[in-house]
C-alpha cells in the first residue's frame, strides 16, 4: 500500500459551504458545511481520485491572493 500526502485547499463559498479542491489531482474536489463534515469527505474522494487518475508531484510554495478588475 503506498502512502500519499496532498496538499488541499479550502475556501468558502458565498452560500457558506467550504470547498476543498487537490490541486495534484485535476478532478478531485468536494464540499461541506464543517471543516470536520469536510474531512472525512476529502479523504474518501482522495481514494477514488487516486483509482482513477496519477496524481502530478507538486511542491507547496504558497498562497496569493490577486485582486483584478474587469
Same mark, same amino acid.
Given at each position: 500500500?503506498?502512502?500519499?500526502?496532498?496538499?488541499?485547499?479550502?475556501?468558502?463559498? $458565498?452560500?457558506?459551504?467550504?470547498?476543498?479542491? #487537490?490541486?495534484? &489531482?485535476?478532478?478531485?474536489?468536494?464540499?461541506?458545511? /464543517? =471543516?470536520? $463534515?469536510?474531512?472525512?469527505?476529502?479523504?474518501? #474522494?482522495?481514494? &477514488?481520485?487516486?483509482?482513477?487518475?496519477?496524481?502530478? /508531484? =507538486?511542491?507547496?510554495?504558497?498562497?496569493?491572493?490577486?485582486? #483584478?478588475?474587469?
Amino acid at each position: 500500500m503506498k502512502r500519499y500526502r496532498f496538499s488541499v485547499l479550502i475556501e468558502q463559498d $458565498e452560500e457558506g459551504y467550504l470547498e476543498a479542491t #487537490v490541486p495534484a &489531482l485535476r478532478s478531485c474536489y468536494t464540499q461541506a458545511r /464543517t =471543516l470536520e $463534515e469536510l474531512l472525512p469527505r476529502v479523504k474518501e #474522494v482522495i481514494e &477514488l481520485c487516486i483509482q482513477k487518475e496519477k496524481p502530478v /508531484t =507538486l511542491v507547496f510554495q504558497g498562497i496569493q491572493q490577486v485582486e #483584478v478588475e474587469v
